[in-house]
């Protein structure tokens, strides 16, 4: 069978831009240099006589989704000039990394980003390039974090979810609209992992860890239940890449002081994004700057989501709009006690909370 011209061509001009810039042709580009090379040599190259809108293919690809925890907290204290140039200068520096791994920024969908590798691009180490690209993603928050410092910027923290599957990829759309894109079942849920991430954390699914097994350290696996999916699905928190030497910053993020209270405290569960009515009580046992101990009668799960609202008296507030997700579980017969991270706190909640912690650890000195 004959090659197609076209392909070798667009193939040489990858490699050349790639070398020269360090990131992939754009796949917008890509197409429209394919359709002039295909019209030029005058080949009929496979798929040359679909439209736009059947330019699909099927084909493995890796995708990572990433999200600003509480950045819509953050949004309400600030003005909207310094929320987009705090969202800008944060998505910028990650498309600078993901165009170095040679990933594509499928879309940007507020304070989320979404990238492929593979797709329109392959390379072999593609589910590599992913995962080190999430690792120094992690890591380039904490200096942007450190830079904004001095200027009184809140803190801003990221989740990653990232899996490998089969997709379909091309175009899709109309004549008037359309982009290139994937959809399908492992779309979705990518979609749902990322959901699962606590602030500076990378989760990644089990079919991506049977990708890089040799290459990652990670956490035994984790067993959640997935919208659509009928079976749980197999979790993993990437820690490390040892062969380059990249560590995810997070443990240094989470530590903080845990002062022992005996404060209650009601929760609303989160499903679907939506606060379910119902009110539970229960009692907080311990807390710190990102997290506390509740002790509930209320059935929980590992990574529940839920809404918080307690009294701190010392510092005289009523701390509400707290969300959080359950990391760690122990029951002791009709007890259970829940670990709760928290992902999103208003700048001046998260700073009261501070403050009371560092007067109680004050007062026991």
Known sequence: MKDDPSKEAVRCLQVLIARETGAPLKYAAEAEMKSIIQHACGADGEGSAAGPEHSFVRCEVTILLADLRGFTSITAALPAGTVIAMLNRCLGRMNEIVFRHHGVVDKFMGDSIMVLFGAPVEHPDDVQRALTCAIEMQLAMVELNNQGRPDGMPELFMGIGINTGSVMAGKFGSNFYSEYTVIGDEVNLASRIEAFSLRG??????????????FVTVSEAMEVFVKGKSQPVKLRELYAIPSLNL???????????RVEVKLPCSLNFIQNKFVMPEVINATILDIGYHGMLIEIDHPLKALDDVKLEFDLPLVDIKATDIYAKVVKLKHDGNRSFAGLEFTSVSPDTNMKIQLFVQLLVTAAA
């Open 201 to 214: 954390q990378v989760l990644i699914s089990e079919n991506t860890f049977d990708h890089c097994r040799d």
């Open 247 to 257: 560590e995810v910053p997070r443990k240094e993020i989470r530590r903080s002081h």
